[in-house]
């Protein structure tokens, strides 16, 4: 997909925790203010960052016409639960060790920038799942979104647990493993491929149940269509070995109560991806993970 719109106003995110990342932060805000865009950053990045641009949360930094993601995955992962429902495109741009979603260079962005700022880019929408903690008594008590996946799970993610699994209303059965996730085409070469889940390529629309770790012999894991409610609840009888914990893209965590069950749905809203370039999802797969298969 195509985005024809100029770009008024680029947010700038940094992993704070990594130098070069704060550093390229500063020179982007600086050439982009240079060439009349107006910048948002970050809050964090206010002690490393002179000039005339506007601070704030990741909700300011979302209000943008694109964001600038500096840092790995995690990065783009925690900004994109953010961007995702207001529509906001995101660039990510690898100052990590591995940039398999944040796969491009800062330094063909800033080559670019220009172009960038024309709007001229390709975006790729991505599936994102919502999830819902709530009481029997259909009460809510946590939701968020996810780009990657979503995971149940005891609190130490070292013990077993019993979960119960639904699907449209339909019992699939009790699942008893060391967790259970719900993973997106963009997710399946994350968690869920270490698990033993399949990779999906991220055009399809669908999700994918994968056992973690489970205590059988026979196990595989379930790709879903988008379309379907999967609920997950740990039944009375069922191991409960610690506090369970639904986790969302490995960074954002909420209590499941005894009488709690997670609804995990496909979200209402994508994550919208650039590229800075027409390149195909399948090189950077092998370049990334197989690279056995290069010529």
């Not at 950053?41 to 909700?59: I, M, N, Q, V, W």
Request: aromatic share 4%; hydrophobic share 40%.
């Amino acid at each position: 997909m195509a985005s024809g719109h100029n770009i008024a106003t680029v947010g700038i995110i940094a992993a704070m925790h990594k130098p070069e990342a704060v550093r390229w932060a500063g020179l982007f805000a600086q050439r982009l203010a240079e060439l009349g865009v107006a910048v948002n950053l970050a809050e964090a990045l206010a002690p490393h960052c002179s000039g005339k641009y506007t601070f704030g949360d990741r909700a300011l930094l979302a209000e943008s016409d694109l964001i600038m993601v500096l840092g790995g995955d995690g990065t783009l992962l925690s900004m994109a639960r953010c961007a995702g429902p207001a529509g906001t495109p995101l660039l990510g741009l690898d100052v990590g060790s591995f940039g398999f979603l944040a796969r491009h260079s800062p330094e063909a962005a800033l080559n670019n920038l220009e172009e960038v700022i024309s709007g001229d880019l390709c975006i790729d929408e991505r599936l994102m799942l919502q999830a819902t903690v709530q009481h029997a008594d259909g009460s809510i008590t946590a939701e968020d979104s996810a780009l990657n996946e979503v995971v149940i799970s005891s609190s130490d993610g070292r013990r077993v647990v019993s979960l119960q699994t639904w699907v449209d209303g339909e019992t699939i059965g009790t699942y008893c493993a060391d967790g259970l996730m719900v993973a997106t085409p963009t997710g399946s070469t994350g968690y869920n491929l270490s698990a033993g889940g399949p990779i999906i390529d991220p055009r399809m629309s669908c999700m994918v149940l994968t056992a973690i770790c489970p205590h059988t012999l026979c196990n595989r894991p379930l790709l879903l269509p988008d379309s379907v409610e999967v609920r997950i609840n740990v039944p009375p009888d069922g191991k409960r070995p610690a506090q369970i914990l639904a986790t969302v893209d490995g960074q954002e965590s909420y209590v499941v109560c005894p009488d709690c069950t997670v609804v995990i749905t496909k979200a209402t809203h994508r994550a919208r991806l650039v590229r800075l370039r027409p390149e195909s999802y399948f090189t950077n797969l092998v370049d990334k993970l197989m690279p056995g298969l290069a010529e």
